[in-house]
């Protein structure tokens, strides 16, 4: 297992269990402190497992230079009459989803799966938490399900590329660490 998957898996764990201390206190500031924590680093862990997806497929053969570019948030550029990847253009992670399930599966995401949905909803929270215009309500309920979404969205990722489920998937919300 190549480092930045186990550090991916790593930052799933310390959100599980960040969301384990939210649920055992009745401090609200430790509550929300967690609770804040539990969200950032679980869609860091998403970046990470994607990220990482990404980068080992962008090697093979069977994908464009702009396939390429895409998959390694890179621009292609025309240089001296031939696509070169340069400099840095972001991507939206649902693009990124979305494209490797399409590519692997010759099948359009399903869209209407309960993760997809729960994802877009803990992605408009993640984005409330990161840009705030205001208190973003984030409730241990909201937390869990944005936590199980990005589960289902790394396994479901695994399941349709690898052909194998995401193993911390089994684990669902419980944490294997104890801090």
């Known amino acids: 297992m190549a480092e930045i998957d186990i550090f991916a898996t790593l930052l799933l764990e310390e959100a599980k269990r960040f969301l384990e201390n939210a649920s055992a206190t009745d401090d609200e500031v430790r509550r929300d ?18 990220n990482a997806i990404c980068e080992e497929l962008a090697i093979r053969p069977e994908f464009s230079v702009h396939e390429r570019a895409f998959l390694l948030e890179q621009e292609a ?33 399903d869209k209407q799966a ?20 205001g208190i973003p309500l984030i409730t241990i309920a909201s937390v869990k399900s944005a936590i ?17 489920p995401f193993s911390a998937a089994s684990r669902a919300l419980q944490s294997k660490l104890s801090f």
């Open 33 to 50: 402190a967690c609770l804040h924590a539990a969200l950032m680093l679980g869609f860091s862990s998403l970046e990470a497992h994607v």
């Open 77 to 109: 550029r025309l240089e001296n009459g031939q696509f070169k990847l340069n400099g840095l253009k972001m991507t939206r992670l649902e693009d990124r989803i979305t494209f490797l399930h399409r590519h692997f599966s010759g099948q359009p995401l």
């Open 114 to 133: 309960n993760w997809w949905s729960a994802l877009g909803n803990s992605i408009k929270l993640r984005n409330k938490l990161t840009h705030p215009k």
């Open 148 to 164: 199980s979404s990005i589960v289902d969205a790394i396994d479901s990722l695994y399941q349709t590329i690898y052909k194998k």
